[in-house]
Every structure is written in structure tokens, then in C-alpha cells.
């Protein structure tokens, strides 16, 4: 069946409700495990089947945010996902508590438990308000986002289709191309200030009443961190800042010689090279086929998997108007169908959606039949292992996308991978600061935001561009907005894909296998065990970052890149 049929129906949730009530009764009074494993089965089917019509919901929402019925869907939903949170945690409650419990525990995993235990400790019928609030605010944002129409150059693009203009090989379009992006966020400025000042607000306010001391408290256990906590972030980041900003900070002044400039101004920092970014030569229709090829040859299951989402159309991959920002993968569990929703705009980033969000939806479609569905995905950390890990799995298909700039790609690739790490720890840190002083005001939350960047990103120049020297380049990271501390995970999921990195260099024969069987574990473990059964080594683990940037600087010890 192809996506465009399967069919969304409003939630009724008064019969939701009612479904919910009676097998709570029957969970409570079964005189049986069977009897009480009955039941227990039925209520993860209800509740599933909601959340599939809100996922079908969203993805239709955020291809066109201008669709009318679905923007009122949307509406709808956001004022009724933290009732769906009340009438599962009824469930959570009995199963918990239930004599029943430890025959239960020999049949499902433990993850479950500990996910059931986190919802209740996250919610209570007091906050419903409050959460519908907190949707709302996340909705507008979004909008607000999805909405730019940009007149540039003659033409109308959106802040994501833009994108490619910021890294034309033109320096004016370039530069050009960063002045508009930045111009609508500093026009929208004061709206994305008191968006974000009231979603800190209600954030902190949700979390006293719950009984924390302060929102990082709830986000940890909203974010199920099972086997890590705040200390251990802490500790990681200092690690990041003495291991690898100095990685970084080599490569940014290798970017500087290349481009024959002292400092990187805003507009050449995601510009590598003088001849031009590496690009992938086809169009959207041409690298699927690509990359169908491709899945076929890296194993059975990949083909298998890729085959399922082209032959269905669980892919909307280009920048429209209207729709949303950025790229995710999603998955709705009555079709048993992941989904791969992106913004294409000519650039290598093109590809990488085509390995990231399919290592997602892989991973998805692997564990697809595990029950209950809670286990299907695993927490956050976990799940971006699967994403990150199959960029470095699809290298060796690369030239097919790439032709004559598959060695700038693979240079650029890497060393985004390096990169990204010190800017996502200030991205964790900024929240942490924000989340510790919820008074603080808008502009001493961007005063926090830049004095971490001269930190963590010490080759920032933000001479061209005024606006951001002020503390505004987290304007456009959705997730500071829509999932508090999802972003520390990237990092942590990018330390281990560098491990599979590494061993596909060493030519490790069991590499793929590994990574197969904790796509096919799902949710079922927590995220150190996780990477335990892939045979690498925990990032908070002494000495895993200085090793992977060790053998990392050999690596482009060997690289001339001047000649890229």
C-alpha cells in the first residue's frame, strides 16, 4: 500500500478513553498471567493505533504546513498528545504495580519498565494545560519558520531551500544568500525571543510542579538517559573541549589556508574549498535509484528494507513551499512503515539524507515487529548510532553519487563528523545554562549562547554579520525549541559511528554484522549496552575520545588536502 492511502481518522478520545478504562478494570482484576497478558497486549494496540493517526498526522502536517485540515489536525493533536500521555499512564501505573509484574518481565524488556516508569514521573493530569502550552509554542515556531518566503536573486526560496545559495562558489551569492537567511531570523527576532522566553517558562513551571528541582532534571527523564546522567555529560564535554576542539580547530585552519583567507567569515564556514563544496551530480529521481543500488549491494536486508519505502513512497524528499525545515524519520506502527522526510537543495547534505535518515528508518523497519511498541525505537542516543553509522557504511557507493569530487566528499564528510561535535556540545551546554537560570532574559540567554561558541567554536567570525555576534545562531536549531537536550545524543551517537568508521578502515569483516544485530535489538537495551553488543567502546568510557582522535589526525596526516 502506498503512502497517500493510508488512511488518517481523527482519534476519537472519549472512546479512547472508555477502551483504556476497561482494560485497566481487566488488568486490575485478572486472576491470571494470561489473562492479564491479554489485556496488557490489547491496551499496547489501542494506545499504537492513536499514536500512528498522530504520526500520519504530522508527517502530512509538516510536508505542507499551509493544508488547512491538517494544520487543524495539528491543532488538534497538540492539545490532545498530553491527554494520550494521561490515558497511557493509566496502563503504565497498573502494569508497574502489578502482581503480574516479574512474569511479565521475563517476556518483555526491561527498557519497557523503565520508559513506564519515566512516563509517570513526567506527567500529571495538573500539568495537561501547561503541556498543551508548551505544544503550542513549538507549533508557532515551526510556522514561523516554515513560512519565510525569501526574495533573493530574483527568485522565492524558503530558509531550507536556501541553503545551496549559502554554499555557492560565488562568494557575493554566498554571502549574499547568508545575509537574506540571517535578515528574516533578526526581522523575527523579537517573535523567536518571547517564543522560546515562554517555552523556558512553562518548561520550568512544568517541572516544579512534577516536584524536580529544575527542567534538566525532567528532560533527563523525559529523555529516558537510563544508564548516564548530568555529571557524566559534564565530563564528557570537558573531554570534547581538551580531545577534539583541537581536531576542529586543525581542520577549520587547513579550510583557511585552502581558501586563502585569515579568518573564516559566517559565509565560508561551510565553504571547503576554492574549486567549490563537493555535490552530488544527479537529480532526487536519479540518486534514489542510486541509492536503491546501493542498499541492494551493502546486504539483503538493506535491499529488502529500501525496496519497501520506494515501492510504498515513504520518502518526500524536496524543499517546497510551505514545508517544514529540516529532515526526520518517523514511524507508523499500523502500516508498520517507517517514513523519510527531508529538504533537498543541491547539496551534499542531499546524500547524506539518503544514508542518515535511511539508517533510521532501517533500524525501525529491523525491529519493527518487536513488542510492546515503546521497544520498537530505542531512546534518542541510541537511535542516532544507526543514523550516523550507515554514512560512514555507504563510502564505498559514494563515488556514484559524487564522481570526480568523491575525495572532497569524503574529506568533508569526515571532517563534518569532527565539527558537528564541539557544536553540539554547545548546544547541550547552552541549554543547560538556560535551563539552571530559567529568569534569565533573552538577551543575556544569547550573551550564554556566545561567550559558549568563543569556547567550544573559536573560529566564529561574525564581523559580516552583526546580528550573530549577538548570540543568535541557535535561532535555527529546531531542537532547542521542539526536544530539549535532544543534541548531546548526536554527539554521543557520532563517537561511536566513528568507531564503525575506523574498523570499515581497518577492513573489519564483522563490522556490518554488528551493526545489523543493534538495528534488530531496537529499543530493548539501554544505550551502553547498546554499543556493547556492537564491540565499541563507550564514549564516556577513560580515554575513547583521545583514542578516536588520535587514529583520526593519522588518518589526515595522509591527506593532501590541497589537492582535493
Known sequence: MKFKDYKYE???????????????EQLKHADTYEVFKTAFDKADEVLSHAESMYSLMHVRHTIDTTDAFYDAENTFWDEHIPILMG???????????????PELENEVPMTYFWKAENALKSYDEKIVGDLQEENRLVSEYEKLIAKAQIEFEGETYTLASLGGKMDDPDVATREGAHKAYWGYMEEHESEIDDIYDRLVKVRAKIAKELGFNNFIELGYVRMNRFDYNADDVATYRKQILSDVVP???RLY????KRLGVNTLAVYNNGYEFTTGNPTPKYDKDQM??????????LSEPTGEFFDYMVNNELLDLVAKPGKRG?????????????FIFSNF???AGDVDVLTHEAGHAFQVYSSRNIKPSDCIWPTYESAEIHSMSMEFFAWPWMPKFFEEDVEKYYY?????????????????????????????????????WRKLEKQYLPHKDYSDIPFLDKGTWWFRQAHIFSDPFYYVDYTLAQVVALQFWLRLQNKDANAFSDYYEICKLGGTLPFRQIVAKANLKDPFSEGCLADVMDKISQYYDTIDDTKL
Open 412 to 448: 568533508t564528510h569526515l571532517g563534518g563528523a569532527i565539527k558537528f561535535l564541539p557544536y553540539g556540545i554547545t548546544v547541550d551546554h547552552f541549554q543547560h545554562e538556560v535551563y539552571a537560570n530559567p529568569e534569565m532574559t533573552p538577551s543575556e540567554r544569547k550573551a550564554a
Open 87 to 101: 490515558i497511557s499512564s493509566k496502563i503504565s501505573k497498573i502494569v508497574l504495580d502489578s502482581p503480574f509484574r
Open 247 to 249: 581536531v576542529a580547530t
Open 10 to 24: 481523527r482519534t476519537n478520545f472519549d472512546t479512547l478513553k472508555s477502551e483504556i478504562d476497561k482494560l485497566v
Open 326 to 338: 529540516g529532515g526526520y524519520c518517523t514511524f507508523i506502527s499500523d502500516y508498520a512503515s517507517p
Open 288 to 297: 534514489v535509484k542510486i541509492a536503491q543500488n546501493m542498499y541492494h549491494e
Open 253 to 256: 585552519d587547513a579550510q583557511k
Open 345 to 347: 537543495n543541491g547539496t
